[in-house]
């Protein structure tokens, strides 16, 4: 999560004039009348919690909705622009909301702005206001907490002359173009773009906009990559507003913390330019680059190039644009989306049959490379090979290929990435025999088995259990297969974790034979670094298909795994650690816990007892680790959040999400404990569970002592149970 406030870059310091001696009112219907901008003392000590203000959906933080010990301001704007409102030179734990002037907030859903822990466990709110309005503020403190005295300090930021796309300043030609955001607001337009989802959020905060005519066609490039401010930029076809839905291009991180876009262009048409901030980052200034370069010849699927037998083949993709082919394969879903940009095209005769191997290792440019049979634009699903990074950022596909046969090769980028030019090198080897599902290696018992995926291609089964999603894709990349009969009934392991270096990935599937849709039993994608592990309960003499294969877009090779049976398992798999790559604040958890906090280094654990079963449902939810006396939120999502690996949030990862349900708010007991063991229902029926559903749960609490990031709030690992 990024928080920032324009109080802050303004240095609220320098307000030191007390502008009244105004405390508050305990009642919304006779609130303090104050006006203009500086600082304001507040009095709750004996303040009232009334039945106002009480239950707005953006006053909901650590599991409540409530401000305690209020008391209430009519505060008037004396200029036009962004209000930033702040209790950060406070001592107490407050919480803070603004409202439309016009009596109390009886009806839920009016707040304007809400926020709990801003600077701490201090407050601060952003709004737009006009001058001469009133509006109303509510000054309290996080449930539980005691009143007392303190400081709100106002400052208004006028608004940037760009910041409504009706307002759009006019720009033309290519150059730099320079930009502020300062006193920007966030508009209601271009906020729901798909092509804007980054990091779970579609949203671009402080944004200015641009209409912008190129004097060349080709491929636009709009870039902040010069600016130091975290920037999120889009682009609409034609002036004024966008329309929902209709953005053309959009970036978040393309070069550091800044954006660029590419996309194709029309002399003399007009685009509009939305150029903002992440969501919660500040506003500032900046240049804005934009180039046009002319399109490659082979641009399109229907002008490919063409190109015959094995060796190197160079390509550049300098001014190709991304066309309506080949971006919705179901084999090319990596890092969220199925995307290749900048592509470029080649129609390649096969001059051998067996496995061909294409990758562009060798250069320099983000590639993402897909093959499809025939010449020509494809058939919508019909690609037979897909990758994106195999070799660093760079790309490398199999696919089984007929000696004079002609296959259309796609030569792109990651979306958003910058094209290039670069070499394509094509060869092909023999066939492998456990590279099909219908004739896997057979092999029985316990111990440890060899398997080498180098040639291996990917297939169309096992491409989409929904047991297999992580990280953004269910797909299992140079899968080989083996039949297995156990020779014991328990518990089984398979696992990679000790004979290989690969980026592996496993499922297992029932019986004999190429596997049925949706008929997974257990599925790994990072079960031990970058190995797998699967654990499932086999019976004696029956017989279980193995995939086994690798990471989307990573490389086979020559490895080995283990199969081992014991006893029984958990009702759950624990999943999303904070390890020290991806901990936000240098605050990684001990192995299988979420980030440390200020309680407890070692981070929050999450684990489960009892029976999933929703007939008969006695699953408990028990968390260690947890800042003591604090409360959190058990909660339950239908997704993984990227992939598994969760997204930075607070002072640790966001793991579970999608459909969110509420379990339920416990508070940890003296020793940083506590569990869903006391809640009124079971989890299946808080949840809306039904039989066969795979859902992911997590815990989020409250941490507001030493907290490493400064956020006061962090999450334990996730859990997926699969009811």
């Known amino acids: 999560m990024k928080l920032s406030y324009l109080l802050a870059a303004l240095g609220a310091a320098t307000l030191t004039t007390l502008a009244g001696a105004q405390n508050g009112s305990d009642n919304c219907t006779t609130p303090d009348a104050i006006a203009g901008q500086g600082s304001f003392s507040f009095d709750s000590t004996l303040a009232t919690t009334g039945p106002e203000g009480q ?174 401010v975290d920037t999120k930029i889009a682009a ?114 096969a001059d051998a049959s067996g496995t061909v191997a294409i990758n562009t290792c060798t250069s320099f440019v983000d590639t993402k490379l897909a093959i499809y049979p025939g010449a020509g634009c494809p058939v919508a699903g019909s690609a037979i090979g897909c990758n994106e990074d195999s070799c660093g950022l760079q790309s490398q596909v199999f696919a089984t290929v007929v000696a004079g046969s002609v296959y259309s090769i796609q030569v792109g980028t990651f979306p958003g990435a910058t094209a290039g030019s670069g070499n394509l090198d094509i060869s092909i080897t023999g066939s492998l025999q456990a590279d099909d599902c219908a004739t896997p290696d057979v092999i029985a018992g316990q111990g440890t088995f060899a398997y080498n995926s180098t040639m291996a291609t990917t297939g169309l089964e096992g491409q989409a259990e929904v047991s297999c999603y992580f990280f953004g894709s269910a797909v299992i990349d140079n899968d080989v297969w083996f039949s297995w009969t156990a020779d014991a009934t328990g518990q089984a392991s398979v696992s990679t974790c000790l004979g290989a270096a690969l980026d592996t990935k496993l499922a297992v599937y029932p019986g004999v034979g190429c596997p049925l849709d949706g008929s997974s039993l257990a599925c790994n994608d990072d079960g031990c670094g970058l190995q797998s592990e699967v654990l499932l309960n086999v019976v004696t003499g029956t017989s279980y298909l193995l995939q086994v294969g690798n990471f989307p877009g990573t490389a086979g090779g020559a490895a080995s795994f283990d199969i081992l049976i014991t006893g029984p398992v958990e009702p759950g798999t624990p999943f999303c650690f904070c390890d020290a790559v991806i901990a936000p604040c240098t605050n990684p958890g001990t192995a299988g816990n979420g980030c440390g906090n200020g309680s407890d280094p070692a981070g929050a654990n999450l684990t489960a007892t009892g029976n999933a079963d929703v007939g008969a449902d006695t699953l408990v939810f028990s968390a260690t680790g947890l800042a003591p006396s604090q409360p959190g939120l058990y909660f339950q999502g239908i997704n993984a959040v990227n992939g598994g690996i969760g997204i930075v949030f607070g002072d640790g990862l966001r793991c579970a999400g999608g459909d969110v349900r509420r379990l339920g708010v416990a508070f940890a007991d003296p020793a940083g404990s506590s569990s869903t063991a006391g809640f009124a229902s079971t989890i299946s029926a808080k949840g809306g569970v039904s039989l066969g559903d795979l859902k992911h749960y997590q815990l989020w609490y409250r941490s507001p002592v030493g907290s490493p990031c400064g956020a006061l709030f962090n999450l334990s690992n996730g859990y997926t149970i699969q009811w």
């Not at 009886?106 to 701490?120: L, R």
């Not at 550091?256 to 992440?278: K, R």
């Open 55 to 228: 239950s707005e959906p953006l006053c909901f933080a650590f599991g409540s909705n409530a401000v305690d010990s209020d008391v209430w301001f009519n505060w008037t704007a004396d200029a036009t622009g962004i209000a930033s409102i702040s209790t950060c030179a406070s001592l107490l734990d407050t919480k803070i909301a603004g409202y439309p002037a016009g009596g109390c907030p009886v009806v839920a859903g009016t707040a304007i702005a809400c926020n709990d822990d801003s600077c701490g466990v201090q407050s601060a709110i952003d709004f737009a206001c006009t001058t001469g309005t009133a509006y109303l503020l509510q000054i309290g403190s996080f449930p539980g907490n005691v009143g007392g005295t303190g400081t709100i300090d106002i400052v208004i930021a006028s608004s940037a002359t760009n910041d409504d796309c009706g307002g759009a300043v006019a720009i033309a030609g290519q150059g730099t173009f320079a930009f502020s955001q300062l006193g920007a607001s966030g508009g209601l337009e271009g906020q729901n773009e798909a092509l804007c989802l980054f990091f779970g959020l579609s949203s671009i905060d402080n944004d200015i906009w641009y209409a912008w005519t190129p004097s060349l066609a080709g491929m636009a490039v709009i870039s902040t990559c010069t600016a130091s």
């Open 236 to 349: 609409h076809a034609g002036s004024g507003c966008p329309t929902p839905g209709t953005s053309i291009a959009c970036n978040d991180d393309s070069c550091g913390l800044q954006s660029e876009v590419q996309f194709s262009v029309s002399a003399g048409s007009t685009y509009t330019l939305q150029i903002g901030t992440f969501p919660g980052s500040s506003g500032g200034a900046g240049n804005m680059e934009i180039t046009v370069s002319p399109p490659a010849g082979n641009d399109s699927c229907a002008l490919a190039t063409a190109i015959a037998g094995q060796g190197v083949f160079p390509f550049d993709q300098t001014g190709s644009t991304t066309g309506a082919d080949g971006q919705a394969e179901t084999a090319c879903y990596f890092f969220g989306g199925s995307m290749i940009d900048n592509d470029v095209w080649y129609d390649w005769t």
